[in-house]
Every structure is written in C-alpha cells, then in structure tokens.
T-cell receptor, first 114, second 114 residues
C-alpha cells in the first residue's frame, strides 16, 4: 500500500542550528514532491516543490533534496529561528496524468528554542 | 488578491443534521481540492474538482458525502446525517489551471458533531 513516513516525534533544536526533516515513501513514483508548513489552527502553506529530475532546490534559508532511488526527501532549514517553529508536511503527487492528487505525510513538529 | 476563503470557520452540528462547507478559490484558480484532517493525523485527500466537474473523488466516503463546484459560486462540501466521527478540520485548497503547481489552502472549517 502507499505510505509516506515523516518523523512522528518532535524535533527540538537550538536557534541558529540547521534543522533537517526527513520524508520517506514507498510504492510511489511521484513526478514531484512538495513541502508545506502548518501552524496550529491554520491551513498548510506551500514552501517548496521539487521535481523528480531535480536533486536539490533552494529558497532563502530552505533547502530540499529528492532522491528517487532512496525514495527520500530531506528538508533543511539553516540558521533556524524560533519563528520557524511549526509542523512541516511533505506531500507527493500520486494522480494520474492531468490530475494533481496529493498524499500528505503526518508531519514533523519542529520546535526552535532561543 | 484574496486567498482561499472558507466559511464557516467553525460549525457545530448535532448527529443527524447536515453540514455544508463552502470554499471560494483564489481568483483565477479553476482547481479545487478538499481534505480532511483528524487530530494528530495528516491531511487526507477527499475530492478534486474543476468547474462543474468532479475529477477524482476516490477519497470521499461512499455515503453521506458529496461535493460540487458550480459554474458560479463557491465549491460546496456537503455532509448529510453527520455522525461524531465526522468531527474534523476540513481544508479546501485551490490551484491555477496548470499542473505540477503548489496548492493554496484556506483556513479550514472545524466541524464539531455533538
């Protein structure tokens, strides 16, 4: 069956350090993978999208890698700040051609302390 | 440009009543998605619609749930004869008419069934 795994335990790191979150999947061959941020009581907010033919994508302090052989994506936040504290979700597209159906992981809660 | 709008933000229903959740996509977006999120669980895909068409409803329960996205007006997720297990946060997302795009989420409707 289709499965996406993210670290279920919260990740606690000190301000200024790099946070690394993991997303592993099985039984998919996604065309792309996305990362979202979700704050309590709010809807997810899109952060980054990486396609299957891309190894790495960067946006400001964020970096995403995508290894289709390992079926894994890593999400990095460099120089982390307390404002980065949130739950981070990875999502894979599993739709057939011309559909954009996403499957989400359960998310990893990141806590950045001063 | 206003974001995705959902209303109501909170909805309380008694068992057996009907719940109607509304979603207005971002201007220019023709794709609408509905997700359900239970406490401590990830977002679960329910249905993907384009104007006047249901593209993929594979995540919708077979009974009591229906969705529509009419030519004019918001998308509606309708739950008939609600049960306690329907209590959850329901999120709507929209995307523009090109594939492999990020989805823009609304703030969600929190449904509580008494």
């Amino acid at each position: 069956s289709q499965k996406i795994e993210q670290n279920s335990e919260a990740l606690n790191i000190q301000e200024g350090k790099t946070a690394t979150l993991t997303c592993n999947y099985t039984n998919y061959s996604p065309a792309y993978l996305q990362w979202y941020r979700q704050d309590p009581g709010r809807g997810p907010v899109f952060l980054l999208l990486i396609r299957e033919n891309e190894k790495e994508k960067r946006k400001e302090r964020l970096k995403v890698t995508f290894d289709t052989t390992l079926k894994q994506s890593l999400f990095h936040i460099t120089a982390s700040q307390p404002a980065d504290s949130a739950t981070y979700l990875c999502a894979l597209d599993i739709g057939a051609y011309n559909t954009d159906k996403l499957i989400f992981g359960t998310g990893t809660r990141l806590q950045v302390f001063p | 440009n206003a974001g995705v709008m959902q209303n109501p933000r909170h909805l309380v229903r008694r068992r057996g009543q009907e719940a109607r959740l509304r979603c207005s996509p971002m201007k220019g977006h023709s794709h609408v998605y509905w997700y359900r999120q239970l406490p401590e669980e990830g977002l679960k895909f329910m249905v993907y619609l384009q104007k006047e068409n249901i593209i993929d409803e594979s995540g919708m329960p077979k009974e009591r749930f229906s969705a529509e996205f009419p030519k004019e007006g918001p998308s509606i997720l309708r739950i008939q004869q609600v049960v306690r297990g329907d209590s959850a946060a329901y999120f709507c997302a929209s995307s523009p008419p090109l594939h492999y795009n990020e989805q823009f989420f609304g703030p969600g409707t929190r449904l509580t069934v008494l």
